[in-house]
């Protein structure tokens, strides 16, 4: 197994899929094609599905010996950057540590999924076995959307969990953070800086702005914590604004991020986000203000009772239930009404130079999904 798993994950690391929207990045086509590819010689049926211009999901079913129920099991084949790194495509081995980019962030879970689906090929699984493989998960996950508003809703049976083989370090990922932007804009009036009563500063309001997000963290930090997320946070992103030193300033804009708990509505946001519009308004002066939110992916936090979160816990009862600290696509299946949860390797590095997983983790990650998809019941609906 030691082997086998080096050998893959070395040729899905010698593929460059660093996310299309970072300069440079291939996307994931090729690696799509090597996807596609292995689980056709397996004597599956993959399907490539077009989630956007240039960006490529495969998707395989095994089915099971029983119709009735569909597990579903999930990796991103896209990767951050590579800048600072000296051989991000060469897999390199120290000891237990597989170096390379993309190793921990999820190539080695890839190549997991497609030894997992080798095993299911020739040992029919007990329920249907639907191996998902997705584009741009690092940037708007462009992959699941179009998985979930085009294509499983056509799929029968719907699945009744999904397992998302993000790295957790073996631990059993329950619940995440959600992230949404906002922005603000100021407009005032510009005028020469030897005249400012002719103009309406458009930097000086951004003061109460920020005065009022500093209210909202520190009361945020002052709510009672989740159990496994702690706190909901925001900080000031981005500032921008102005033309030049001699110029009065008739435009500014501040950016911001909010990291958002499964408990916390959307109305809560909302007001937040008019309490900072309302305290640029109040402060003295003729300027104007526009807020709106940007983006928005939602917390998420998987239901004690799931039935594929007690049966991995079966699988693994060493393996805590732990909140984790990044975002991930599960929040986007959750919602559309498959329970997930994540579980994945031990390593270090996502997004960081000196990205590595451990080869020993990569086969217990293995083992575990073995026994889980082994003993996945349907849930009684
Ligand atoms: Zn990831």
Redesign the pocket.
């Known amino acids: 197994m030691k082997n086998r798993i080096i050998n893959l994950l070395s040729e899905l690391v010698k593929i460059n899929s660093v996310n299309a929207t970072i300069s440079g990045g291939p996307g994931e086509k090729e690696i799509s094609g090597f996807v596609a590819r292995y689980l056709t010689k397996l004597g599956l049926d993959p399907e490539i599905q077009p989630a956007a211009p240039d960006r490529t999901n495969v998707v395989a079913l095994i089915p099971g010996i029983n119709r009735n129920g569909s597990l579903l099991l999930n990796g ?1 084949l896209d990767t951050v950057g590579v800048e600072g790194m000296d051989a991000p495509f060469s897999l390199k081995q120290e000891g237990d540590k597989l170096y390379g980019r993309g190793t921990y ?2 190539k080695g879970s890839i190549a997991v999924m497609l030894l997992l689906a080798e095993y299911f090929t020739h040992h029919p699984p007990p329920i249907s076995t639907l191996f998902t493989f997705v584009a741009d ?2 940037d708007r996950s462009a992959g699941m959307e179009y998985l979930i508003k085009r294509w499983l809703p056509k799929f029968s049976p719907f699945p009744s969990g999904g397992i998302f083989l ?2 957790t370090e073996l631990e059993i990922g329950v619940s995440h953070k959600g992230v949404s932007w906002y922005e603000i804009e100021v407009i005032g009036k510009a005028a020469h800086g030897s005249r400012p009563s002719e103009g309406v500063d458009a930097i000086l309001p951004l003061r109460s702005a920020l005065e009022e997000l500093n209210n909202i963290q520190s009361e945020l930090l002052n709510t009672e914590a989740d159990p496994l997320l702690g706190h909901a946070t925001l900080h000031a992103s981005i500032i921008d604004g102005g033309t030049a030193l001699s110029v009065i300033p008739s435009r500014s804009r501040l950016k911001w991020e909010r990291r958002t708990l499964p408990k916390e509505s959307q109305n809560l946001l909302n007001l937040e986000l008019e309490r900072v519009i309302q305290a640029v308004k109040s402060f003295p002066g003729n300027h104007d203000v526009k807020g709106r939110e940007i983006f928005v992916r939602p917390p998420y936090e998987i239901s004690k009772e799931a039935k594929v979160l007690t049966c991995l816990q079966d699988a693994s009862p060493q393996s805590k239930l732990v909140g984790l600290s ?1 975002w ?1 696509d599960s929040a986007l299946c959750g919602k559309a009404g498959i329970p997930s949860v994540l579980f994945g390797p031990i390593g270090h590095g ?1 997004h960081a130079t000196d990205e590595w997983v451990s080869l020993k983790s990569l086969i217990r990650v293995y083992e575990i999904l073995k026994k889980l998809i082994l003993f996945f019941e349907v849930p009684v609906r």
């Open positions: 991103h962030d999820m998960e690092e993000e790295p990044f991930s996502a």
